[in-house]
């Protein structure tokens, strides 16, 4: 079997190196891929969202299996166009990534079947907008309905925040279209937990819970990223709350779907947070998350290959997934400035020193003429140890990336910390 995964991050390096490991994969292709994801698979530089490219390149190298990663193409139809030209596909449709792509549709559509999520109103006017949000409590939420690469979402903790956030939302339109509509939404305080699903049209299965950590800094401190660590599973997030969550969200929101007609297939990711023990959620997105996958696929027995062509199949059913009873961590190593302005083409040193403690999954790294590798992005990569519980996988994880250098690199240092204290 050939397999062709798009995307460019370290999700797609633990996904490459998770279909490595699968009975029957003769040949792994990633586009674009990085300098990591060269070590497992070939890369081709084809951009995720190049659809005739990505199609030709499918059709030359007698690809078998599609995987796609990144919100973006999925949103842009990516699997109805691989479908169409009858290529076995992992995703959703562009209809189905929806409850990712339109906060707003997913908002509706939790609302229509009974899904607790945050008190929030949805606006299409600015001067609505305003006129409600000078009647609210701060802090207050303020979501762009539309894909805004992750910066969609403003905390504003004063009126003239606030005022500012909606203000370049809805008429500066910083993210253009994606601004056409906004939910303003009641601040929740609470603890947030990613539950990833396989689900593929009608049976669920839930992955192990993981956590990600968006602030740059210890702490939570800082700047939001894309996200600088991750842990799983979470003690605070048991087995039981994992089988009242699919009954509670997952299932219904399938059932929403599928009762609007949109067969919901490839991977489903609740964003969720517990507040005073009721769990309520926060987001979907339509695909795995990043740096989730690289703590939940390494502790993953079952062959991934076998789960993701059940899940095109339908027949999901039949896949009996089994975890590992370990734990992992996973600490992301960024650029000097990130998530602001940032320099890169600095040489990675220090990966080969890093033995059995850990797995290193490159995200913006590149190898240049002689075959160095540097840097491209400002996620650079994520370290990830597997330990028998989260304690021994932190003192691992810690031991493993200080091993790991280049110019202006930082990383958290609490990461999954408060498991373990
Ligand atoms: P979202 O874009 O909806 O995924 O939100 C991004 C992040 O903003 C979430 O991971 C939360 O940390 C935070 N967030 C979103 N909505 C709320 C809310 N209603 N209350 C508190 N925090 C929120
Ligand atoms: N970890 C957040 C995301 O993948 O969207």
């Known amino acids: 079997m050939n397999v062709l995964i798009v995307g460019s991050g370290a999700r797609e390096h ?9 009975t029957g994969v003769d040949n792994i292709f990633v586009a674009p891929g990085n300098a990591g994801t060269a070590l497992v698979a070939e890369n ?14 499918a059709k030359e190298r007698q690809v078998d299996l599609v995987v796609v990663g990144p919100e973006v193409p999925l949103s842009l139809g990516i699997v109805d166009y691989f479908d169409s030209l009858g290529f076995y596909t992992f995703g959703p449709t562009k209809a189905a990534a929806q409850i990712e792509s339109s906060k707003v549709f997913a908002r509706n559509l939790m609302h229509k079947y009974g899904i607790a999520c945050p008190e929030g109103h949805i606006f299409s006017s600015h001067a609505r907008a305003l006129d409600y949000l000078q009647k609210q409590q701060m802090p207050v939420v303020i979501k762009a309905d539309g894909l805004a690469a992750g910066k969609g979402t403003i905390i504003a903790s004063s009126m003239s925040e606030a005022d500012k956030a909606l203000g370049d939302i809805m008429e500066a339109r910083v993210f253009g279209a994606a601004g056409d509509r906004v939910i303003i939404d009641e601040y929740l305080r609470g603890v947030e937990v990613s539950l990833l699903a396989f689900i593929d049209g009608k049976t669920v299965v839930p992955m192990i ?5 968006k602030k740059v800094g210890d702490g939570d401190e800082g700047l939001n990223t894309g996200g600088m660590g991750s842990y799983s599973p979470p003690g605070f997030f048991s087995p039981d709350m994992v089988h009242e969550a699919v009954d509670a969200i997952l299932l219904p929101a399938v059932k929403a779907m599928a009762d609007a007609g949109i067969c919901y ?62 734990a992992c961590v996973g600490v992301v190593m960024a650029s000097g400035g990130y998530p602001g302005r940032y320099e890169t083409g600095f040489p990675v040193k220090g990966l080969q020193d890093v033995g059995r403690d850990a797995l290193v999954f490159h995200a913006g790294t590149k190898r240049g003429k002689n075959g160095e590798i540097h840097t491209s992005g400002g996620r650079v990569l994520t370290v990830v140890s597997r330990g028998e519980n989260l304690t021994e996988a932190r003192e691992k994880v810690y031991r493993s990336a200080p091993l790991i250098s280049f110019e202006g690199c930082h990383y958290r240092k609490d990461i999954a910390l408060r498991e373990t204290q």
């Open 209 to 213: 819970p993981a956590c990600d950590y």
């Open 14 to 22: 633990v996904l490459a190196w998770k279909i490595a490991q699968s």
């Open 265 to 326: 297939k490839g991977v489903l990711y609740a964003g969720l947070m517990v507040v005073d023990g009721q769990v309520v959620v926060i987001e979907f997105n339509a695909r795995f998350g990043d740096p989730e996958t690289q703590v939940i696929l390494p502790l993953l027995k079952t062959d991934l290959v076998e789960i993701l062509t059940a899940v095109i199949r339908g027949d999901l059913d039949r896949v009996k997934i089994e975890w590992d009873k370990g």
């Open 44 to 57: 081709i530089d084809v951009s995720p969202i190049d659809f005739e490219a990505l199609g030709s390149v």
